[in-house]
């Protein structure tokens, strides 16, 4: 099984190309860290504000004088691990409903997809903008693996993860319905399993396929919508870095200073790009009669 | 048909309904609408109180849902805060047309987004326009010419289109047509609101202004719409009455554009339904950065000053909108498609 899947997928060029890509954004974040500080991230070298790419700051620097280069890769860790961490959530809530509504069907399925379907109708964005005001407000920083970021960070984790686990959750359901209906969880209720064990252990292990796919392009997803929330000003504040709230008033400086939001910006569609073409050849390999086209 | 289109009005009912009761329990934290009116502070705890009685933020949460539901004029009110409730309440609520009052400048909630509504239809209408026919273009076009270099060379503009956040198409057009083009002479477009003050509100400057939003708005949702088009003709163009078409002779373009097109095109009409909140929500986007009078704008603006009543009715308004879309989709496709049939 494992061997076919890698098989399928090798031969999807764009998927190889973004596993790659994706991997040396996670060097460049990553890797990058060990060579600049992240206090040097964050030193606001005043005088120098404003400057255009050079040797000394190649991204050039900001409005304070911070180096946009040292930025993007703190603002990278932030921005793929904000990414990741929501669609955490995203998946565990997705599964939760999903699986209770697809297992026990009737009132439940009712329930918990009227609201799936309520919350699919407001659109994202108009829902996180609300929900960011929900969750903000004063947020202590907090500290973490010997770092310290703005609470903030965690709010928005929070909020892209409960704003987007709908899909997800319609998939499961999906499986689930026709899933239940099987021998083996006959079987498995036959001989006492408890639903529990049923949901967790018999019926889940069977439908990861398109939980991973739709998993994967979650984390694109996430990444644009902290790069939407926070260039409105209401994301991850400052200090702390991600690629969103580089840009944030970027579009006063279009013109004397392009760097500021190029290099951001170009950060983001890479990595949604490399995410897009990772899910895609995921799908083509862990699940190939999925697609029509 | 008649019974179906019932069936599907009656669903989107409870449906609205749990959205505005979702929406109505997330208002109860965005923030101190009386600490922030109209930009003067409380400072009086007296004070203080009295504008909380008179918002009815005093009372629990299901009257303040029932009271923003249904009205308040059909019971009495505690205004000056003694305890007894004597005076009429004046709100209609919203299930009789009554979003209630801005709290920044005291106009009805209708009237505020009603000024602002037309300049985001406006977008969003030309956005379609051009997602629909530009991807209709590509779309057959890349399907006729499947696994050739120029169909390749799409696709991977496509993905890459997909990919773009919106408010980076439009940073890098606004940088290429209208700072670049400045630079090298050419004539350039406009970046911030809706016409030069100078020139007035006239069409032609309207529609100028409008190249740029347009642009970044549609750039997404026509990657998408182009690969439909794209897989829908590509299926079509096998089909049997297809290759009867050709082997009596018509002409290679009457068999692309009126056999083939016709029933790949159909689908579409889903998509446009589905997409509606994609299209709403870039608009908020896109309306900040190009400085255009829109809802989007509004509504940041609102939020920014915790105006509950306006956000809540932006809010639900535009959530109506996607749930009569959705079933005006679904009636649509059965209309066209007299292969699907909805019975009951």
């Given at each position: 099984m494992g061997q076919l899947v890698w098989r399928r997928f090798r031969r999807h060029k764009m998927a190889i190309f973004g596993a790659v890509t994706l991997i040396l954004l996670f060097i460049y974040s990553i890797g990058g860290a060990l060579i600049f500080p992240e206090s040097y991230a964050n030193f606001a070298d005043t005088p120098l504000r404003l400057t255009a790419p050079n040797l000394q700051h190649p991204f050039g620097t900001d409005t304070i004088g911070r180096d946009v280069l040292a930025r993007t890769i703190y603002g990278g860790q932030i921005s793929l691990m904000i990414g990741m961490l929501a669609v955490l959530i995203e998946v565990v809530l997705g599964i939760l409903v999903g699986a209770l509504a697809g297992y026990y069907g009737g009132i439940v399925d009712s329930i918990l997809m009227r609201i799936t379907e309520a919350m699919l109708n407001i659109p994202e964005i108009f829902l996180l903008i609300v929900m960011a005001k929900f969750f903000g407000g004063e947020i202590p920083e907090v500290d973490l693996f010997g770092r310290t970021f703005s609470g903030s960070v965690i709010v928005i984790v929070l909020i892209i993860g409960l704003t987007s686990w709908m899909y997800l959750a319609r998939i499961v359901r999906a499986q689930f319905l026709s899933l239940k209906e099987n021998d083996f969880v006959l079987a498995a209720r036959a001989t006492?399993?408890?639903?529990?064990?049923?949901?967790?252990?018999?019926?889940?292990?069977?439908?990861?396929?398109?939980?991973?796919?739709?998993?994967?392009?979650?984390?694109?997803?996430?990444?644009?919508?902290?790069?939407?929330?926070?260039?409105?000003?209401?994301?991850?504040?400052?200090?702390?870095?991600?690629?969103?709230?580089?840009?944030?008033?970027?579009?006063?400086?279009?013109?004397?200073?392009?760097?500021?939001?190029?290099?951001?910006?170009?950060?983001?569609?890479?990595?949604?790009l490399s995410i897009n073409f990772l899910g895609d050849g995921l799908r083509d390999a862990l699940d190939p009669h999925s697609r029509a086209a | 048909m008649g019974r179906y289109i019932i069936k599907r009005l009656l669903q989107g009912i409870p449906?609205?309904?749990?959205?505005?009761?979702?929406?109505?329990?997330?208002?109860?934290?965005?923030?101190?609408?009386?600490?922030?009116?109209?930009?003067?502070?409380?400072?009086?705890?007296?004070?203080?109180?009295?504008?909380?009685?008179?918002?009815?933020?005093?009372?629990?949460?299901?009257?303040?849902?029932?009271?923003?539901?249904?009205?308040?004029?059909?019971?009495?009110?505690?205004?000056?805060?003694?305890?007894?409730?004597?005076?009429?309440?004046?709100?209609?609520?919203?299930?009789?047309?009554?979003?209630?009052?801005?709290?920044?400048?005291?106009?009805?909630?209708?009237?505020?987004?009603g000024e602002r509504l037309p300049n985001t239809l406006i977008l969003m209408v030309a956005s379609e326009l051009v997602i629909v026919i530009g991807a209709l273009l590509v779309g057959v076009f890349s399907a006729l010419r499947q696994y050739s270099?120029?169909?390749?060379?799409?696709?991977?503009?496509?993905?890459?289109?997909?990919?773009?956040?919106?408010?980076?198409?439009?940073?890098?057009?606004?940088?290429?047509?209208?700072?670049?083009?400045?630079?090298?002479?050419?004539?350039?477009?406009?970046?911030?609101?809706?016409?030069?003050?100078?020139?007035?509100?006239?069409?032609?400057?309207?529609?100028?202004?409008?190249?740029?939003?347009?642009?970044?708005?549609?750039?997404?949702?026509?990657?998408?719409?182009?690969?439909y088009i794209r897989s829908t003709m590509l299926e079509v163009m096998g089909q049997d009455y297809i290759r009867t078409a050709k082997s009596k002779g018509l002409p290679r373009s009457e068999v692309v554009f009126i056999h083939a097109l016709k029933n790949a095109s159909l689908p579409i009409v889903t998509v446009i339904g589905l997409d509606l909140p994609l299209l709403l929500g870039g608009a908020v986007v896109t309306e900040r950065i190009f400085a255009w009078p829109g809802m989007g704008r509004l509504f940041l603006d609102h939020v920014d000053r915790v105006d509950m009543p306006v956000i809540m009715g932006i809010l639900m308004l535009v959530s109506l909108a996607v749930v009569v879309f959705q079933i005006l989709t679904d009636i649509v496709y059965a209309w066209l498609d007299p292969r699907i049939r909805y019975e009951k």
């Amino acid at each position: 099984m494992g061997q076919l899947v890698w098989r399928r997928f090798r031969r999807h060029k764009m998927a190889i190309f973004g596993a790659v890509t994706l991997i040396l954004l996670f060097i460049y974040s990553i890797g990058g860290a060990l060579i600049f500080p992240e206090s040097y991230a964050n030193f606001a070298d005043t005088p120098l504000r404003l400057t255009a790419p050079n040797l000394q700051h190649p991204f050039g620097t900001d409005t304070i004088g911070r180096d946009v280069l040292a930025r993007t890769i703190y603002g990278g860790q932030i921005s793929l691990m904000i990414g990741m961490l929501a669609v955490l959530i995203e998946v565990v809530l997705g599964i939760l409903v999903g699986a209770l509504a697809g297992y026990y069907g009737g009132i439940v399925d009712s329930i918990l997809m009227r609201i799936t379907e309520a919350m699919l109708n407001i659109p994202e964005i108009f829902l996180l903008i609300v929900m960011a005001k929900f969750f903000g407000g004063e947020i202590p920083e907090v500290d973490l693996f010997g770092r310290t970021f703005s609470g903030s960070v965690i709010v928005i984790v929070l909020i892209i993860g409960l704003t987007s686990w709908m899909y997800l959750a319609r998939i499961v359901r999906a499986q689930f319905l026709s899933l239940k209906e099987n021998d083996f969880v006959l079987a498995a209720r036959a001989t006492g399993t408890s639903n529990f064990e049923i949901i967790f252990r018999h019926i889940l292990p069977n439908s990861i396929a398109p939980i991973i796919v739709s998993a994967t392009l979650g984390v694109a997803n996430a990444i644009l919508a902290e790069a939407y929330i926070s260039f409105l000003g209401l994301g991850v504040q400052p200090p702390t870095a991600t690629w969103g709230n580089m840009l944030d008033g970027a579009n006063n400086y279009l013109e004397s200073a392009p760097w500021l939001w190029f290099f951001p910006g170009l950060l983001i569609l890479l990595t949604v790009l490399s995410i897009n073409f990772l899910g895609d050849g995921l799908r083509d390999a862990l699940d190939p009669h999925s697609r029509a086209a | 048909m008649g019974r179906y289109i019932i069936k599907r009005l009656l669903q989107g009912i409870p449906l609205l309904f749990f959205i505005s009761l979702i929406l109505f329990l997330l208002m109860l934290n965005v923030g101190d609408p009386v600490a922030t009116m109209g930009g003067r502070r409380v400072t009086r705890r007296a004070d203080y109180e009295r504008l909380r009685r008179q918002l009815g933020l005093d009372q629990p949460v299901y009257l303040q849902y029932a009271y923003w539901l249904l009205g308040n004029d059909w019971t009495k009110i505690d205004l000056d805060g003694d305890g007894v409730a004597e005076t009429t309440g004046t709100r209609r609520g919203v299930l009789r047309g009554d979003l209630g009052i801005s709290l920044l400048n005291r106009k009805p909630v209708i009237e505020v987004i009603g000024e602002r509504l037309p300049n985001t239809l406006i977008l969003m209408v030309a956005s379609e326009l051009v997602i629909v026919i530009g991807a209709l273009l590509v779309g057959v076009f890349s399907a006729l010419r499947q696994y050739s270099i120029m169909d390749n060379l799409i696709t991977a503009i496509l993905f890459i289109g997909y990919s773009m956040p919106i408010f980076f198409v439009a940073l890098i057009s606004m940088f290429i047509f209208a700072v670049l083009f400045k630079r090298w002479g050419l004539p350039y477009l406009p970046t911030v609101g809706m016409f030069d003050p100078q020139a007035g509100k006239t069409t032609a400057q309207v529609l100028w202004h409008m190249v740029l939003p347009v642009l970044s708005i549609s750039i997404i949702s026509f990657a998408a719409y182009s690969r439909y088009i794209r897989s829908t003709m590509l299926e079509v163009m096998g089909q049997d009455y297809i290759r009867t078409a050709k082997s009596k002779g018509l002409p290679r373009s009457e068999v692309v554009f009126i056999h083939a097109l016709k029933n790949a095109s159909l689908p579409i009409v889903t998509v446009i339904g589905l997409d509606l909140p994609l299209l709403l929500g870039g608009a908020v986007v896109t309306e900040r950065i190009f400085a255009w009078p829109g809802m989007g704008r509004l509504f940041l603006d609102h939020v920014d000053r915790v105006d509950m009543p306006v956000i809540m009715g932006i809010l639900m308004l535009v959530s109506l909108a996607v749930v009569v879309f959705q079933i005006l989709t679904d009636i649509v496709y059965a209309w066209l498609d007299p292969r699907i049939r909805y019975e009951k």
